[in-house]
């Protein structure tokens, strides 16, 4: 009788820690606290050492670890788990869509985007709805059995959930560790008087091959599924609908995986998921773009080392530690309070980084982030550094905690938080602040390239209201600018003859400038050339916007909006007033048949010449792709003085490298 109790005991609690551990790792919705999480496992635990013969082998007790094993035994893969290949630039990626689109002619494809988790890849095995077996990806065809510490993931079901159990069901994934749980992981191990770790991957990869599955458990790996390995029982022909299967059982999938029709739009959410990087608690190399449908990816096949159904679109990241010195705040063009972090300046993939960006009050809650802390800073692509996780270990003392304004450090209005969201704003329409910045992004060389309408004269015009709008900057007279302070008749005519000149800059200048939402440099350049003057912009219909290559809805929706919106027109109209160009110009043309057609260039280092936003520009002119990045498909660098890492990354891998001079010389005739 007291054993029937017991094992009904055992079974309800084995049930309840299932259930939570699938709201909290599956759904991300937990249900109980952690402390009432904890003393149900206690529970469990204590029965079960009272009455080991009623402990199962799926028991969650089992995430604690078991015996240590004698040594990882090799298991090959029943299909192998091949690499995939990798771009870094925007032009590769759609050289991948344009190969698959020939391998399956006339066929509609869908395309899944996925993050990209740096972790270690692993096959795991169920059979009946038990997990049996789990293997690294090894060689791609053997790899290194590691049940013992898969078992441990909390996360990951040691039984499947829910109905329709597939007689086997193999998912692929990554184990991975979080940035906080590294940083946990971290402050022990110094207390212990043991070396720290310098980063998650670098913990999994070793900790999933230890003997001592105990050891493993405490360090809190996770476990997210993107991919499909042998199966029976499975009937989704479709990457998506196989996820939400899995999910369904009880497997954690990647976050935020996305379906698109429209490769544009699918490339501008690559772009927008680089800049939230610091949003996530992990580690990410990359984007995994694939094929949705199952029965397609079969007819494309593989190559001898990867299939050709997938691309990894991969991100260039460099880290550093420094000491951060001072939290600042920034009023953004739109009002947004940005926490900015004063660094003791590091260098950082060839440059002196010395600021990075907090993002927001909530980033900084989160990471636990406060002044005079060690700081892990990185830096993704052309996204400006950021900040990823505290060396919490290396606090001498006990730092205060940093509080967030409660009112705007410019005009003293009161900040509000976006509804829904994280942004804290100052949403006072006579902010100063705001319109400084909107006035220096328009001034800037790659909008309207005013010289000598830097930082300090535009608090200058602004403070004294001289300049309150586009159309104020275009009416300043000489006497407006010889009263402000240290401000001599050169100077002032110099500035005069700037803003004169920026008239001529052309369209796809003035698209950049007056800050569209998603128009950036590019898409502005793109939509001067298809469309030649802000009146047929303001004409055309969404649909016609949205046929633009390389606009997609999204951008097209942003740009339709703005032109007919009263902030817009009224904008509009002052520059046509003010006679501003608002059409195409010789800089906003290219020559398809230039030296540099269809050339990838990659620009690195100080150049003494130009600029390196003049260079770039010269070489899309003439027909060029200056990409951010080096692979083996970029046709030659051009390296200044200084050059680091994508110098040295072409050299690896032989790719042509040109001094300014040369460049110069040989594609610009001088």
């Known amino acids: 009788m007291i054993h029937l109790k017991a094992a009904e005991r055992i079974e309800w609690l084995s049930e309840q820690i299932r259930l939570h551990d699938y709201n909290y790792y599956v759904l991300a919705a937990p249900s109980i606290t952690d402390l009432e999480y904890d003393r149900l496992l206690r529970e469990l635990q204590e029965l079960e050492s009272l009455y080991p013969q009623l402990t199962s082998p799926d028991s969650p007790t089992k995430r604690l670890g078991d015996r240590p094993v004698e040594g990882l035994t090799q298991v090959t893969h029943r299909i192998p788990m091949l690499s995939i290949d990798n771009t870094y630039t925007e032009k590769e ?48 065809e053997v790899g290194d059995d590691i049940t013992h510490n898969i078992r441990t993931i909390r996360g990951l079901p040691q039984r499947l959930v829910g109905d329709e159990i597939p007689d086997v069901l193999e998912v692929r994934g990554e184990v991975y560790m979080r940035n ?62 196989f996820l939400e299967r899995v999910r369904l059982l009880g497997i954690p999938i990647t976050p935020g995986v996305q379906v698109f029709k429209d490769k544009d739009a699918l490339i501008l959410h690559c772009n927008q998921i680089v800049e939230t990087l610091h949003e996530l608690d992990f580690e990410v190399d990359g984007i995994v773009i694939k094929v949705n449908s199952l029965e397609q990816r079969e007819s494309l096949g593989a190559t001898s080392k990867s299939p050709r159904w997938v691309i990894a679109y991969k991100i260039e990241k460099y880290e550093a530690v420094t000491r951060l010195l001072e939290i600042r705040t920034q009023i953004g063009k739109t009002g947004t309070i940005t926490p900015v972090a004063e660094l003791e300046p590091v260098q950082l993939a060839g440059t002196t980084v010395s600021r990075a960006s907090l993002h927001n009050a909530e980033e900084i809650e989160r990471k636990d982030v406060r002044v005079g802390d060690w700081v892990v800073v990185e830096k ?11 060396e919490r270990h290396r606090r001498e003392h006990e730092l205060p905690l940093y509080q967030f304004p409660t009112h705007c450090p410019e005009c003293g209005s009161e900040l509000q938080k976006d509804p829904a969201g994280v942004y804290i704003r100052c949403v006072s329409k006579q902010c100063p602040a705001q319109w400084r910045q909107r006035l220096r992004y328009y001034a800037s060389r790659d909008c309207m390239d005013i010289e000598g309408l830097g930082e300090k ?11 309150m709008s586009l159309g ?42 007056i800050s569209i939402r998603h128009v950036g440099q590019r898409v502005a350049q793109v939509l001067a050339r298809r469309f030649g003057s802000m009146d047929a912009i303001m004409a055309a219909d969404l649909s016609t916007i949205s046929s633009t290559p390389e606009i997609g809805p999204i951008i097209a929706a942003s740009v339709f909006d703005y032109v007919r919106s009263p902030e817009g027109t009224e904008l509009i109209s002052q520059l046509r007033d003010a006679g ?32 390196r936003d003049e260079i770039e520009r010269l070489i899309e002119k003439m027909g060029g792709k200056a990409a951010s990045s080096v692979s083996k498909k970029t046709d030659f660098v051009v390296a200044g003085e200084a050059a680091g890492s994508k110098l040295e990354k072409a050299q690896s891998l032989g790719v042509p490298v040109l001094s300014e001079m040369e460049f110069i010389e040989q594609f610009l005739g001088e």
């Open 180 to 241: 906080s749980d590294l940083v946990s992981l971290n402050e022990e191990r110094v207390k212990q008087g043991e070396p720290e770790f310098k980063n998650p991957r670098n913990v999994t990869a070793g900790s999933i091959r230890l003997l001592d599955s105990k050891l493993c458990a405490q360090r809190k790996l996770r476990f997210l599924c993107h991919g499909i390995g042998y199966c029976d029982g499975i009937r989704e022909r479709e990457h998506m609908a």
């Open 93 to 140: 990626l759609r050289d991948f869509f344009q190969r698959t689109e020939k391998l399956l002619p006339g066929e509609e494809i869908e395309w899944v985007v996925e993050l990209k988790v740096d972790g270690v890849a692993a096959s795991i095995r169920y059979e009946k709805g038990l997990l049996t077996q789990a293997v690294t990806r090894g060689n791609g």
């Open 380 to 390: 993704a692509g052309k996204i400006i550094p950021h900040i990823v996780r505290v």
């Open 457 to 467: 004269l535009v608090n200058q015009l602004v403070d004294s209201e001289l300049v």
């Open 580 to 611: 501003v160009s608002l059409s195409t110009t010789d800089e906003d043309t290219v020559d398809a048949a230039g030296k540099l057609a269809k050339k990838t260039i990659v620009v690195t280092g100080s150049l003494s010449r130009y600029s």
């Open 472 to 513: 104020d900057l275009y009416r300043l007279k000489l006497e407006d600018l010889l009263r402000l302070e240290r401000m001599g008749k050169k100077s002032a005519e110099s500035l005069l003859a700037g803003i004169e000149a920026s008239k001529q800059r052309g369209l796809s200048r003035v698209l950049n400038a």
